[in-house]
């Protein structure tokens, strides 16, 4: 055998043999967390030292809220940070040297993480920068100084304003269920009003087909508009309306008392099989953004200019405009 090849291999078997101790050693530090059977009932987010800009979310009867307000809390965020804590995995150790500025667990930088049960803490973590592939995230214990690598962005999932963890849907009905929609637009006031559909006399009617020869089904209820009780209201535009308006989510919650807002611009008030939801939308601010209240909110709420100008109807969009001969 060539001398320099036996040299090379000898070598490379050498690094193979450390890379395989050095990494069996490194195995033996990855620790493995525990989680939990019963749920949690707070969450505390601290970023830097700045202890007046923790985010405290826990329960109150049986919602999750944010903070002393009590700001209703998007479910779906909080389900995602239990179950980011709860099912938080150490795939590799890092170091045991404080090298903390380098992965953005130094105090000034770290997103502190505290999960409790009944006061007592089930989970406490620092969560520093991402690492390059974007698929994990520098962790360290908050009591102890070793550095870990975690499976999943966590900052994707703590890293969040208070703003931003907000609920935004400020109601969802079901369109269904609306039985009348009251208006008042411009001054002007429309109501419409869901009506049984007068069955006609099955010898005489002949019914309508559709494109494959097949009879369309009788409609059972139809729209009125008492102040115009003799124009047909278009079903199709009607309950693209019923579509749009059925469900309202929040732009934003601008730091605005409901007191300062002058008189809306428009009003509309659902009335469903269960209960009568109203919508007021004022006048334009900063950005195209629309102030509103909801009898379904205590907080006035934004809505861009688009979701707010949908609702800005007069009787001409409810019906069928007749062809010129």
Same mark, same amino acid.
């Given at each position: 055998?060539?001398?320099?090849?036996?040299?090379?291999?000898?070598?490379?078997?050498?690094?193979?043999?450390?890379?395989?101790?050095?990494?069996?050693? @490194? &195995?033996?530090?990855?620790?493995?967390?525990?989680?939990?059977?019963? !749920?949690?009932? +707070? =969450?505390? $987010?601290?970023? *830097?030292?700045?202890?007046?800009?923790?985010?405290?979310?826990?329960?109150?009867?049986?919602?999750?809220?944010?903070?002393?307000?009590?700001?209703?809390?998007?479910?779906?965020?909080?389900?995602?940070?239990?179950?980011?804590?709860?099912?938080?995995?150490?795939?590799?150790?890092?170091?045991?040297?404080?090298?903390?500025?380098?992965?953005?667990?130094?105090?000034?930088?770290?997103?502190?993480?505290?999960?409790?049960?009944?006061?007592?803490?089930?989970?406490?973590?620092?969560?520093?920068? @991402? &690492?390059?592939?974007?698929?994990?995230?520098?962790?360290?214990?908050? !009591?102890?100084? +070793? =550095?870990? $690598?975690?499976? *999943?962005?966590?900052?994707?999932?703590?890293?969040?304003?208070?703003?931003?963890?907000?609920?935004?849907?400020?109601?969802?009905?079901?369109?269904?269920?609306?039985?009348?929609?009251?208006?008042?637009?411009?001054?002007?006031?429309?109501?419409?009003?869901?009506?049984?559909?007068?069955?006609?006399?099955?010898?005489?009617?002949?019914?309508?087909?559709?494109?494959?020869?097949?009879?369309?089904?009788?409609?059972?209820?139809?729209?009125?508009?008492?102040?115009?009780?003799?124009?047909?209201?278009?079903?199709?535009?009607?309950?693209?309306?019923?579509?749009?308006?059925?469900?309202?989510?929040?732009?934003?919650?601008?730091?605005?008392?409901?007191?300062?807002?002058?008189?809306?611009?428009?009003?509309?008030?659902?009335?469903?099989?269960?209960?009568?939801?109203?919508?007021?939308?004022?006048?334009?601010?900063?950005?195209?953004?629309?102030?509103?209240?909801?009898?379904?909110?205590?907080?006035?709420?934004?809505?861009?200019?688009?979701?707010?100008?949908?609702?800005?109807?007069?009787?001409?969009?409810?019906?069928?405009?007749?062809?010129?001969?």
């Amino acid at each position: 055998m060539n001398k320099r090849v036996a040299i090379s291999l000898g070598i490379i078997a050498i690094l193979l043999i450390y890379y395989l101790i050095a990494n069996y050693h @490194k &195995s033996e530090d990855i620790i493995e967390l525990q989680g939990w059977q019963d !749920d949690i009932d +707070e =969450i505390l $987010l601290k970023k *830097g030292e700045d202890r007046d800009g923790a985010i405290r979310i826990y329960k109150k009867e049986g919602k999750w809220v944010i903070n002393k307000p009590g700001y209703i809390a998007d479910d779906s965020i909080v389900t995602t940070m239990k179950d980011g804590m709860k099912e938080l995995k150490i795939i590799d150790f890092i170091s045991r040297r404080e090298h903390y500025v380098r992965y953005n667990l130094s105090p000034e930088k770290a997103i502190r993480v505290t999960v409790t049960k009944d006061k007592e803490t089930l989970r406490d973590i620092l969560i520093g920068k @991402k &690492s390059s592939t974007g698929q994990s995230t520098y962790v360290k214990m908050y !009591d102890t100084p +070793e =550095i870990y $690598l975690a499976s *999943g962005d966590l900052n994707r999932q703590f890293d969040k304003t208070i703003e931003e963890m907000r609920q935004k849907v400020v109601y969802n009905i079901t369109k269904d269920s609306i039985t009348s929609v009251d208006f008042i637009y411009k001054g002007k006031k429309l109501t419409f009003s869901k009506v049984e559909q007068e069955k006609p006399d099955k010898t005489e009617s002949k019914g309508e087909w559709d494109k494959k020869g097949k009879k369309k089904p009788e409609e059972e209820f139809r729209w009125i508009c008492n102040e115009y009780k003799n124009l047909e209201i278009d079903k199709k535009k009607f309950d693209s309306f019923l579509i749009d308006s059925r469900s309202v989510r929040a732009e934003s919650y601008p730091d605005i008392s409901k007191k300062s807002l002058k008189r809306a611009i428009c009003s509309i008030k659902l009335t469903t099989l269960e209960k009568t939801v109203d919508l007021n939308i004022y006048n334009m601010v900063k950005d195209e953004k629309y102030m509103c209240t909801s009898s379904e909110s205590p907080y006035v709420f934004a809505l861009t200019k688009w979701n707010a100008e949908k609702f800005f109807k007069s009787i001409s969009d409810f019906t069928s405009k007749k062809k010129k001969r």
